[in-house]
């Protein structure tokens, strides 16, 4: 079991909780812990106000542990010579309180917000200081926010001073991104030894400011407990494949991109042109023909495999059977860009992936998975193979097993599973990615909408279906069905444009076509994404930018991974 890496594992509430009772089981002390989080969060303060021409910090302190470090960080302030004073929430003067008691030793001033209803004295104190540091709720904080702790909330905000949160801004749901009524909005957050979900997802992600994190020494026997690890630029850049010289185009995979139809020809085009930028070797368009010859026309990196249709914008079973011809080379298959959800683009679908209707029912077999399970009644089949298909399979005669390789389904793929019962029977345990946005992922659960806790929405889907999944917004989920989590918070509005999905899973078809388990290219996907997001906002800003844009930046943005110069 690997041990615990801050600033790469991210815990929730329950598991810090795990860690800090490890941590006294072990002989260390409450005070022993608040101490060194404490000391750690202080440091990052004093840098910050000992750059103030006069500084003058007011410390809000709660009635649990957060306001415990509030305290203890309150005195480290005193004891570097920095004028401060304490405004506390519900916490009572009690001997047995030795946070309160150590500040009040030093004899730093308190005000009580119990006696201050109309919040007069704090008002005061916000107009004579130069800085706050909140430590009202930390993870303890699980149900909406009193009124009387929200309107201190809300005058912190509207002082506009610059706010330090202890843990988490209080407000934020550590586990889950949620803002309990209202939040405070501060400019920096230290989290104690490890950072929590919520400080990578939004709502509240958008008030944690500059995020770091105060050293807090794991116990020595703890592994691993958590399954969350943030795609940040280190985790990224350790997914890029290797990609040697003398390799040719087929060392770098091949990819089918069935996409595109008569009203959404570019989504054709951009998911086979980024699956083309992820550094697959050969991309091939299977694009409905009423396309064919516009798309053809101007992209010109891809070969193609024009399907029939019933007529333009509605595909037929039969295209499936000209795309499971071809499928022998292939080392990744994406379906779903612009697809449209016709009825006949359904019966395609269906056919691909082997859910066909009674009329033209397959068996199933799965080839290279661990579980091979070829159909022996039935003539036809189509399972899912790691590799490509052995020759002799694929000379097989023509109503011989199909053998899908890794898959990824997309935008309008997504919505036609929707519509068929028990899909996820023949994509369990396979090397799935499904890539739902989270309208598109309430369709796929048959809900009006989902929970508010996206990385528990995403993990259980993951499991339940046995496909790892993509929840995409402005923090993509990342849930693999064996119970790992990885977020990626690093909102970008640039990225909010049409055809940004369709980019997104051209790559993440392009890396499982040079190897990738599904959740490491699902990883990696998103994480490049981010990056050439990034470079379109840096170089364009974040208005007007449009999807060629992201495309357009994709080898940069490699580039950019590989080589460094990202900070
Ligand atoms: N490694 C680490 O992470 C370490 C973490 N440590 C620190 O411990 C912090 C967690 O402390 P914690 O468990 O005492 O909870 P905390 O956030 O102070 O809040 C609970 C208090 O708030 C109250 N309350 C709750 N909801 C409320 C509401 N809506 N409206 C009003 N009141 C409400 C609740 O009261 P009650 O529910 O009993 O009414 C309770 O009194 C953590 O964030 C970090 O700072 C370090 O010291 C050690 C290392
Ligand atoms: N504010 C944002 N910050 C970061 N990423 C975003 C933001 N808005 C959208 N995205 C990303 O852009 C992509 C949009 O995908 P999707 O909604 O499927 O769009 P489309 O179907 O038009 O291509 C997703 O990868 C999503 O995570
Ligand atoms: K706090």
Same mark, same amino acid.
């Given at each position: 079991?690997?041990?615990?890496?801050?600033?790469?594992?991210?815990?929730?509430?329950?598991?810090?909780?795990?860690?800090?009772?490890?941590?006294?089981?072990?002989?260390?002390?409450?005070?022993?812990?608040?101490?060194?989080a404490s000391r750690g969060m202080a440091d990052v303060g004093l840098t910050v106000i000992a750059k103030q021409p006069n500084?003058?910090?007011?410390?809000?302190?709660?009635?649990?542990?957060?306001?415990?470090?509030?305290l203890v960080i309150?005195?480290?302030?005193?004891?570097?010579?920095?004028?401060?004073?304490?405004?506390?929430?519900?916490?009572?003067?009690?001997?047995?309180?030795?946070?309160?008691?150590?500040?009040?030793?030093?004899?730093?001033?308190?005000?009580?917000? =119990?006696?201050?209803?109309?919040?007069?004295?704090?008002?005061?104190?916000?107009?004579?200081?130069?800085?706050?540091?909140?430590?009202?709720?930390?993870?303890?904080?699980?149900?909406?926010?009193?009124?009387?702790? %929200?309107?201190?909330?809300?005058?912190?905000?509207a002082s506009k001073l610059p706010v330090l949160a202890v843990d988490v801004p209080s407000g934020l749901d550590a586990d889950n991104g949620k803002i309990w009524g209202t939040i405070i909005n501060a400019a920096y957050t230290v989290a104690a030894g490890l950072t929590k979900r919520g400080h990578h997802l939004y709502p509240g992600a958008a008030y944690v400011g500059k995020l770091a994190i105060a050293p807090f020494t794991l116990p020595d026997s703890m592994e691993e407990p958590m399954t969350t690890t943030e795609l940040n630029l280190a985790t990224?850049?350790?997914?890029?494949?290797?990609?040697?010289?003398?390799g040719h185009k087929d060392t770098f995979g091949?990819?089918?991109?069935?996409?595109?139809?008569?009203?959404?020809?570019?989504?054709?085009?951009?998911?086979?042109?980024?699956? =083309?930028?992820?550094? %697959?070797?050969?991309?091939?368009?299977?694009?409905?023909?009423?396309?064919?010859g516009s798309t053809a026309a101007h992209l010109h990196e891809v070969t193609y495999l024009p399907l029939p249709e019933v007529e333009p914008g509605e595909l037929t079973e039969a295209a499936a059977k000209l795309?499971?011809?071809?499928? =022998?080379?292939?080392?990744?298959?994406? @379906?779903?860009?612009?697809?449209?959800?016709?009825?006949?683009?359904?019966?395609?679908?269906?056919?691909?992936?082997?859910?066909?209707?009674?009329?033209?029912?397959?068996? @199933?077999?799965?080839?290279?998975?661990?579980e091979l399970e070829l159909p022996t009644k039935r003539k036809g089949g189509v399972g899912f193979g790691l590799a490509a298909r052995p020759k002799e399979e694929a000379k097989a005669e023509e109503e011989g097993p199909v053998v899908l390789p890794p898959l990824v389904i997309d935008a309008d793929g997504l919505n036609i599973l929707a519509t068929i019962e028990h899909w996820e029977e023949k994509l369990r345990d396979q090397p799935v990615v499904l890539t739902p946005h989270i309208g598109e992922m309430a369709r796929l659960l048959g809900e009006e909408k989902i929970g508010e806790d996206h990385p528990q929405v995403a993990l259980e889907a993951a499991a339940r279906w046995g496909v790892t999944v993509v929840l995409k917004s402005a923090h993509t989920i990342i849930?693999?069905?064996?119970?790992?989590?990885?977020?990626?918070?690093?909102?970008?509005? =640039?990225?909010?444009?049409?055809?940004?999905?369709?980019?997104?899973?051209?790559?993440?078809?392009?890396?499982?076509?040079?190897?990738? %388990?599904?959740?490491?290219?699902?990883?990696? %996907?998103?994480?490049?994404?981010?990056?050439?997001?990034?470079? @379109?906002?840096?170089?364009?800003?974040?208005?007007?930018?449009?999807?060629?844009?992201?495309?357009?930046?994709?080898?940069?943005?490699?580039?950019?991974?590989?080589?460094?110069?990202?900070?």
């Amino acid at each position: 079991m690997p041990k615990i890496v801050p600033g790469y594992h991210i815990t929730t509430a329950a598991q810090i909780r795990a860690i800090e009772q490890r941590a006294v089981d072990e002989g260390a002390t409450w005070p022993d812990l608040m101490a060194e989080a404490s000391r750690g969060m202080a440091d990052v303060g004093l840098t910050v106000i000992a750059k103030q021409p006069n500084p003058a910090v007011l410390v809000l302190v709660g009635s649990g542990n957060n306001g415990g470090d509030a305290l203890v960080i309150a005195r480290h302030i005193k004891e570097a010579d920095f004028p401060v004073s304490c405004y506390l929430y519900k916490r009572k003067p009690q001997a047995d309180d030795w946070p309160f008691a150590a500040a009040q030793a030093e004899a730093i001033p308190m005000s009580f917000a =119990a006696d201050d209803s109309q919040n007069q004295q704090l008002q005061q104190l916000l107009q004579t200081s130069t800085f706050v540091i909140d430590g009202l709720f930390g993870i303890g904080l699980s149900r909406p926010l009193a009124a009387d702790v %929200a309107h201190i909330i809300d005058l912190v905000n509207a002082s506009k001073l610059p706010v330090l949160a202890v843990d988490v801004p209080s407000g934020l749901d550590a586990d889950n991104g949620k803002i309990w009524g209202t939040i405070i909005n501060a400019a920096y957050t230290v989290a104690a030894g490890l950072t929590k979900r919520g400080h990578h997802l939004y709502p509240g992600a958008a008030y944690v400011g500059k995020l770091a994190i105060a050293p807090f020494t794991l116990p020595d026997s703890m592994e691993e407990p958590m399954t969350t690890t943030e795609l940040n630029l280190a985790t990224i850049r350790s997914l890029v494949p290797a990609r040697p010289v003398d390799g040719h185009k087929d060392t770098f995979g091949r990819v089918m991109v069935v996409a595109g139809s008569y009203l959404y020809p570019g989504a054709a085009w951009l998911a086979a042109t980024a699956a =083309a930028r992820s550094g %697959a070797g050969v991309v091939t368009l299977a694009c409905p023909r009423s396309i064919y010859g516009s798309t053809a026309a101007h992209l010109h990196e891809v070969t193609y495999l024009p399907l029939p249709e019933v007529e333009p914008g509605e595909l037929t079973e039969a295209a499936a059977k000209l795309v499971h011809e071809k499928l =022998a080379k292939y080392k990744a298959l994406l @379906v779903g860009p612009g697809l449209g959800t016709e009825t006949g683009t359904g019966d395609f679908l269906r056919a691909l992936i082997g859910l066909a209707s009674s009329k033209r029912r397959l068996g @199933v077999g799965f080839l290279g998975s661990n579980e091979l399970e070829l159909p022996t009644k039935r003539k036809g089949g189509v399972g899912f193979g790691l590799a490509a298909r052995p020759k002799e399979e694929a000379k097989a005669e023509e109503e011989g097993p199909v053998v899908l390789p890794p898959l990824v389904i997309d935008a309008d793929g997504l919505n036609i599973l929707a519509t068929i019962e028990h899909w996820e029977e023949k994509l369990r345990d396979q090397p799935v990615v499904l890539t739902p946005h989270i309208g598109e992922m309430a369709r796929l659960l048959g809900e009006e909408k989902i929970g508010e806790d996206h990385p528990q929405v995403a993990l259980e889907a993951a499991a339940r279906w046995g496909v790892t999944v993509v929840l995409k917004s402005a923090h993509t989920i990342i849930a693999s069905p064996d119970g790992r989590l990885a977020l990626h918070g690093l909102a970008n509005p =640039a990225l909010a444009t049409a055809g940004s999905g369709d980019i997104l899973a051209g790559l993440t078809a392009g890396l499982l076509a040079q190897g990738l %388990a599904p959740f490491e290219a699902a990883q990696l %996907a998103v994480g490049v994404h981010g990056v050439a997001g990034a470079l @379109v906002r840096e170089e364009l800003g974040e208005r007007g930018t449009i999807a060629s844009d992201i495309l357009n930046r994709l080898p940069l943005a490699w580039r950019k991974l590989t080589e460094g110069g990202l900070k």
